[in-house]
């Protein structure tokens, strides 16, 4: 911004008369060659291999640590889940060997042409393969596979990729039926498995890229990764991004939207999935990472809502009402409701394809 001269305070023929174009063009050169001359003294003194600082990833803490060869994981949950929003998996039975052999198949479907990855996995939303590659840099492909793997091929094996995909579905329909005891909401599970599926979400990026997130924010209930190698991620939680560095295989659990909702606001959530911090855990600048995750989410045609037992509606209950129960169960209160129903289909859409990152998609169904 242009600053503008203050006013001649003294005017009158005491004020000098203004500089002739000649006067301003040499006293211009003068100063600038001046400065030049400090400038170039400056430079020379400076050490040789002095350089600009670079750019370092995000310090990274272990999130906290749950063991399922505990007799009761559900009492050690209360705490990760309310306060943060995810936590780690020790003891989870699955061997790093069946991770490494299904980070292979990833590659396979990688290493596909085009045209066989859009025939051999066509778009269903949210199923199938999917590019988004703007920049051109091949980091937004993705493939969206049922717990099943399915393909219209049959040249493809998938074998190791299949059965990890199963193992960790088992494992993350143990960490909602744990989230159910210990916070106190409806198990869905019990009345009806159907009420529940998984999706496995693969995607890659060059070591050193930008990271990659698309097709990455997707409604669920609990996200599994399991930690192959010692690496950094990224988590957009309700406290803001942090970053994580859980044990190498562990299974870094992050609780979603819908758990929130069904426990009536008491689960702290992340969205969307785990971001590889770039340029951690990998030597080779040329090497490719793979990232798999697992999310335990509703089919299509659900109703979301809270799942805690006798809840109250804000707008039903009277002050009047409030204190007589209170006193029939001596002081304490039934539970507000803090969230509206609504339709899993038309909520998911909107936060696959708008893909809103700064503002809480859920904020519009809070009470």
Known sequence: MQQQQPPNMYGGATSAPPPTPSTLSSNHLATSAASADVLSRLLHRLPPTLS?????????????????SDPNPSDHLLSPSSQLGYFQLINHNISSELARSAELDSLSLFELERGQKESYFPKNWPLGFEVDDEEGE??????????????ESTKLGLTSLRKFTRDMEKVGLKVVEMLASSLGFENPLVDDPTRICSLIWISKSQHGAKPDVSGGIYPYIVGLQYQIRQQKFSLLADSGSVAVSPEVNSILVTLGDIAQVWSNGKVKKVRGRPVACSGDGINNNNSVCVTMSLLITLPVDSIVAPLIPELHNNDEVTEEENTIEGENHGGSRKEERLFDSFAFEDYAWRVYHERILFKDPLDRYRI
Request: charge should be positive; glycine fraction near 6%; include cysteine.
């Open 138 to 151: 091949g980091n937004g492909e993705c493939f969206c596979l049922n717990s099943a793997c399915s393909s």
């Open 52 to 68: 600009l600082p670079t750019r370092r990833s995000p310090s990274a803490a272990p999130p906290p640590l749950i063991s399922l």
